[in-house]
């Protein structure tokens, strides 16, 4: 007897939405079109899986001083695997008046994951949130008085950090519900944020250094495919088994082979509960401003 599963991919737009579609496996067509038909109508009873992957880094400026100063003091390729102090970006408010960034990489998913809860919590088997994260996530980037980044030229980085600490708290608040939360770091890949760092013809020239690079820095998986290696590993885990303070990154070898490396996240738990109850704060905000919408 065959199983169906309905699959619903939400996007940032119609296009990027028709897109990712586009790229399903064909054999997962029909469980995507039925997904997409049913969601209106159907009252699904679980849900197994949330990949909250959604994320923009707008206006990438890249500081080649720094980087100069990263070669010279043979930091280099700790600069170019986490792009600590060589990458920064314009931010801006959107229209709910938070910052874009914030917004799009982590307080949406988390609006998301909280109207979900019912679907996730106290099923039979465990649900799973699978939050895409960076190696540049940095504590150093983020702050408690200014955790949408107002003030700041690193929101990226600072989002992602602040992605970490919500699932470090999600995991202790949920676990024995039978909710659990993980953080993965699809390494250095080629995609369409990748590429407005720098000229595309810049990137292509740089290609074959990069292929060089990657004997010595594991993180640069290049392709969407191997950078969604510990995606995929996730989904064969047994989340009871999982530490919740681990960060799984895809990895991929000089030669080619993925693989996933857990490395320990560097996060203060005290800090990642008080940003929740801020998180949850403004979340309580946001929906009384909605509400008429919401009804």
């Known amino acids: 007897t065959a199983t169906w599963r309905h699959f619903c991919l939400a996007a940032k737009g119609l296009s990027a939405a028709k897109g990712?579609?586009?790229?399903?496996?064909?054999?997962?067509?029909?469980?995507?079109?039925?997904?997409?038909?049913g969601l209106a109508f159907a009252r699904f009873q679980r849900l197994d899986f949330v990949y909250l992957n959604a994320g923009i880094m707008p206006n990438p400026h890249v500081n080649f001083k720094a980087l100069w100063h990263g070669l010279l003091t043979?930091?280099?390729?700790?600069?170019?695997?986490?792009?600590?102090?060589?990458?920064?970006?314009?931010?801006?408010?959107?229209?709910?008046?938070?910052?874009?960034?914030?917004?799009?990489?982590?307080?949406?998913?988390?609006?998301?994951?909280?109207?979900?809860?019912?679907?996730?919590?106290?099923?039979?088997?465990?649900?799973?949130?699978?939050?895409?994260?960076?190696?540049?996530?940095?504590?150093?980037?983020?702050?408690?008085?200014d955790y949408q980044?107002?003030?700041?030229?690193?929101?990226?980085?600072?989002?992602?950090?602040a992605t970490d600490l919500t699932s470090v708290v999600l995991n202790r608040k949920f676990n024995k519900q039978g909710l659990y939360s993980s953080v993965v770091c699809p390494g250095l890949v080629m995609s369409n944020m990748t590429y407005r760092i720098l000229p595309v013809f810049l990137w292509k020239l740089l290609m074959p250094i990069m292929w060089l690079i990657r004997f010595f820095a594991k993180t640069y998986t290049l392709t969407p495919y191997n950078g969604a290696e510990a995606h995929v590993w996730l989904?064969?885990?047994?989340?009871?088994?999982?530490?919740?303070?681990?960060?799984?990154?895809?990895?991929?070898?000089?030669?080619?082979?993925?693989?996933?490396?857990?490395?320990?996240?560097?996060?203060?738990?005290?800090?990642?509960?008080?940003?929740?109850?801020?998180?949850?704060?403004?979340?309580?905000?946001?929906?009384?401003?909605?509400?008429?919408?919401?009804?």
């Open 20 to 37: 990712g579609r586009a790229r399903l496996p064909a054999e997962s067509l029909p469980a995507a079109a039925a997904g997409r038909k």
């Open 74 to 145: 043979g930091k280099v390729l700790h600069m170019l695997t986490t792009a600590e102090g060589i990458m920064t970006q314009t931010d801006r408010l959107n229209g709910d008046g938070l910052q874009e960034v914030f917004a799009t990489n982590l307080f949406g998913h988390f609006i998301l994951v909280r109207q979900l809860e019912c679907l996730l919590c106290g099923n039979e088997k465990p649900s799973r949130l699978i939050w895409t994260s960076s190696s540049n996530a940095r504590e150093s980037a983020f702050s408690l008085s």
């Open 149 to 161: 980044h107002a003030k700041g030229r690193e929101s990226y980085s600072s989002s992602k950090y």
């Open 235 to 295: 989904f064969k885990q047994k989340p009871e088994h999982l530490d919740a303070l681990v960060k799984y990154h895809s990895c991929t070898s000089g030669l080619g082979k993925s693989y996933v490396e857990p490395r320990k996240l560097d996060v203060d738990e005290e800090t990642a509960e008080k940003f929740y109850q801020k998180l949850l704060e403004l979340e309580k905000e946001t929906l009384e401003r909605y509400s008429d919408l919401l009804d």
